[in-house]
């Protein structure tokens, strides 16, 4: 009964280096998600996706590329790390049909020096 | 745009006090409304929901109301625990295509023995 599964749960990093956060749901849901959360700000909308093979931007999405190969996965990916891009990042999926709730992994933080 | 408003915590209660978090949202339509939970350390987890106006969503004690008339969704709990100590997050979401979330703020809870 894993749920989502977000993978490392805590990296740090360079500036300039670039990494992969690695999401994973084994709930067959169609609907994917990055979130970043900030101080003050709640949680922003960076990418999502509405099935295999599509993607779409969210709030924030500026510094990240995602790809949605197969249903269960999501990866997120960090081209060359930033400061600003310090946070604690979410990774949700839910069915797409208006009403389900959204279910989260426990987060992976991250720290860019 | 659509946004979601809550009230600025933190908000510190005594132990089995009255607890009410304000939230309103501004959308056009009626988007799917919920209360998240986040506790220290962990990822969001799904407190309660209601998807239509008029609707009353309860768990653990606590309960919302989906109020058309004034777009809100208060969260209440009757006698507060430590162990509600966690941040609050209100949300609204639409279905179809994009079952995109849209998040308040958060709101710091911290009940005192």
């Known amino acids: 009964n894993a749920g989502v599964t977000q993978t490392p749960k805590f990296q740090v990093l360079k500036t300039g280096q670039s990494m992969t956060l690695q999401c994973a749901q084994d709930m067959n849901h169609e609907y994917m998600s990055w979130y970043r959360q900030d101080p003050g700000m709640g949680l922003r909308l960076i990418h999502y996706?509405?099935?295999?093979?599509?993607?779409d931007q969210g709030e924030v999405p500026n510094g990240y590329n995602v790809s949605r190969s197969t249903t269960e996965d999501f990866p997120l990916r960090l081209l060359s790390a930033a400061p600003s891009q310090t946070s604690v990042y979410f990774c949700?999926?839910?069915?797409?049909?208006?009403?389900?709730?959204?279910?989260f992994g426990d987060g992976t933080r991250l720290s860019i020096l | 745009g659509d946004s979601v408003t809550q009230m600025e915590g933190p908000v510190t209660l005594s132990e089995e006090a009255f607890l009410t978090i304000n939230c309103t949202y501004t959308?056009?339509?009626?988007?799917?409304l919920f209360w998240y939970v986040q506790y220290p350390g962990e990822g969001l987890q799904l407190l309660l929901k209601?998807?239509?106006?008029?609707d009353k969503g309860s768990n653990k004690g606590f309960e919302a109301t989906y109020r058309k008339e004034t777009t809100s969704f208060h969260l209440e709990k009757g006698s507060v625990q430590v162990s509600d100590s966690a941040v609050y997050f209100c949300a609204l979401m639409w279905g179809g295509a994009t079952n995109k979330l849209i998040f308040g703020t958060g709101t710091l809870l911290a009940v005192q023995p």
């Open positions: 959308a056009t339509g009626y988007p799917s």
């Open positions: 209601a998807t239509k106006a008029d």
């Open positions: 949700a999926s839910s069915k797409t049909d208006g009403t389900q709730p959204q279910h």
């Open positions: 996706s509405v099935g295999a093979g599509i993607t």
